[in-house]
Structure formats: C-alpha cells, structure tokens
C-alpha cells in the first residue's frame, strides 16, 4: 500500500527567499507525481504533475522534481511572495489504479 | 476547457437530517470521478470513486452513499446525518488518457451537522 509523507508539517520563511517542500512515497511504481495548493476553505489547485519519465518540471517560480528510485520529490519555490502561504500537497496514482495517495501537507506562511 | 462545480457551497444540516450534494464536469467526457472528505485539521480522505455511470466504488464503510446518474454527474447522499459527517466534501474528476489519473479539483462544499 502506497503512503505519502511530507515533512515538515508547517513551514514560516521571511518573503523573498527560496524554500524547497519535501514529498516522500514508499511505492515507485507510479504513473506521475502530482503538487497541488489549497487556500484555508478552498478546493485543491494543481500545479505541477511530473510524469514518472521526467525529472523535472517547471512553471513560473515553482519547479518540481522526481527521484522515482530514492521514493522523493521536491518543490522548489523561488522568491516566495506572501501570496505562496497555503497547504500544499503532493499525490500519487499507482499503476493500475485509479486514485491518488495524497500527502498531509505542509502547511506554508511567507513573512512579509 | 473543462469545469467542475459543487453545490452548495455551504450547508448547515441537523442530525438525522438527509444530504444530497452534487458535482458536475464540463467539457470533458467519461472522466474518472471522485468524492474527498476534508475533516477539520486533518488529510483527504477518498469516500467514492466512479469509473463510469452506475459503477461506484466505496472506501470507507459509513452512512454516506454516492451514485453516478449521468457521465458528468456525481452525488453523495446520506438518508441520516451524523455529528461526524462534519467536514469539507470536494469532488474531483480525472483522465483516462495520458497524463493518466492528473486530478482536478471543485470548490467544495463545506457541511456543519449541528
């Protein structure tokens, strides 16, 4: 059975540095890794899916990577901004199988 | 480009009381189709799962049901409430085709049993 952890749990950083968000899964069998975003009482936004056959992938400031054979991605986030405060939360399908594992979630606040 | 909404938004509900929450998908046909449960504080639980019309998939065993009456439909139901059934319902479809299984998300719905 797939498990997903992220570490840690919550994060604070002064705005403007880079942080990277940890995402670790126990199963390599998976199609693609997926990061998503969720603002206190909102639904998920997607930001990133990583196929398993990439090792990167980017869009804007965020930049996502996959190392099927240790079981970890990262999201790297550039010059945070305080809007960057949510939880974000990382899911994997495995092979065969229709849904997700998703992580608890690391829990984000950029210091103005 | 495809759409997912969910309503209500909010809804206060009294014990015993039945439920029936709605999803629908746009522009996209025959996704895959999911009900989460965010409960205060805590991860995303899967409920339901449908692959197609009228084939559900249950993961947790409770008083809560789901059916699938069109394609892009998706409703959970609940004939009595209970305290517990607290918590941020969201709905969520994804592909059968490459990139396989990438979710997207609706807005949720928030539901307090009181």
């Known amino acids: 059975k797939q498990e997903v952890t992220q570490i840690p749990a919550a994060l604070s950083v002064p705005e403007g540095e880079n942080l990277v968000l940890n995402c670790s899964f126990t199963?390599?069998?998976?199609?693609?890794l997926q990061w998503f975003r969720q603002d206190p009482g909102k639904g998920l936004t997607s930001l990133l899916l990583?196929?398993?056959?990439?090792r990167e992938q980017t869009s804007g400031r965020l930049n996502a990577s996959l190392d099927k054979s240790s079981g970890r991605s990262t999201l790297y986030i550039a010059a945070s901004q305080p809007g960057d405060s949510a939880t974000y939360l990382c899911?994997?399908?495995?092979?065969?199988?229709?849904?997700?594992?998703f992580g608890t979630g690391t829990r984000l606040t950029i210091i103005p | 480009s495809q759409t997912i909404h969910q309503w209500p938004a909010t809804l206060v509900q009294p014990v015993g009381s039945p439920l029936s929450l709605e999803c629908t998908v746009e522009?996209?046909?025959?996704?895959?189709l999911y009900w989460y449960r965010q409960a205060a504080g805590r991860g995303l639980q899967l409920l339901f799962y449908?692959?197609?019309?009228?084939?559900i998939s249950s993961e947790v065993p409770q008083n809560l049901s789901a059916s699938r009456p069109q394609d892009r439909q998706f409703i959970l139901s609940s004939k009595k409430l209970l305290l517990s059934d607290s918590g941020f319902y969201l709905c969520?479809?994804?592909?059968?085709?490459?990139?396989?299984?990438?979710?997207?998300f609706g807005p949720g719905t928030r539901l307090t049993v009181t």
């Open positions: 449908s692959v197609g019309i009228g084939q």
């Open positions: 990583i196929q398993s056959s990439q």
């Open positions: 899911a994997a399908p495995n092979f065969g199988n229709e849904k997700l594992t």
């Open positions: 969520a479809w994804s592909t059968h085709t490459r990139p396989m299984y990438e979710q997207y």
């Open positions: 199963d390599s069998a998976i199609y693609n």
């Open positions: 522009g996209t046909s025959n996704p895959n």
